[in-house]
């Protein structure tokens, strides 16, 4: 005979599964992400970006993907570990504290690579592309709008 504590205590029982990872994003190599590519390089020419400039800024783009899928399993452990501890009761306070700090350091590390390789990409540019793809890397907008060379021809 179960009572209204055995209930109760039935209820508290957590069963932590693991957020669903998001869909990887395409990758390198399939019709998706040459579709995604293809529609870059119109938006970098819209830009007035020279081909040369748009080539490193695609190699620069594929890179980062790559590195992208490779770190997803650390991401994925870190975002599990906080899940775990945040949803097992008793909440132990300090593990949490523990999973959260891991967690940021697994994003500020990718935050920091992702600024080194932009960087590392600028410099590769040359002056007039450096200007173009700069405004890439802020989310705040020049006061004049800058001159557009073609409309881009983008694929959904």
Do not use: W
Not at 15 to 23: D, E, H, I, K, N
Not at 79 to 104: G, H, W
Not at 138 to 153: F, L, S
Request: charged share 25%.
């Amino acid at each position: 005979m179960i009572n209204g504590f055995g209930i109760a205590a039935a209820l508290l029982q957590v069963s932590v599964l693991p957020p669903p990872a998001p869909p990887a994003p395409p990758q390198p190599g399939t019709e998706a992400f040459d579709s995604q590519m293809d529609n870059y390089r119109a938006e970098l020419r819209a830009d007035c970006m020279t081909e040369a400039g748009i080539e490193a800024a695609v190699r620069y783009r594929v890179l980062q993907v790559r590195k992208s899928a490779a770190e997803s399993p650390k991401h994925q452990a870190a975002t599990r570990e906080v899940a775990e501890a945040a949803l097992t009761p008793p909440i132990d306070v300090d593990r949490l504290e523990r999973a959260m700090a891991e967690q940021a350091r697994v994003r500020n590390e990718s935050a920091a690579a992702y600024d080194v390789n932009a960087l590392s990409l600028l410099r590769a540019l040359s002056p007039a592309d450096r200007i173009i793809f700069a405004r890439r890397l802020t989310i705040m907008r020049p006061a004049t709008p800058p001159k557009k060379c073609v409309a881009p021809a983008i694929r959904r």
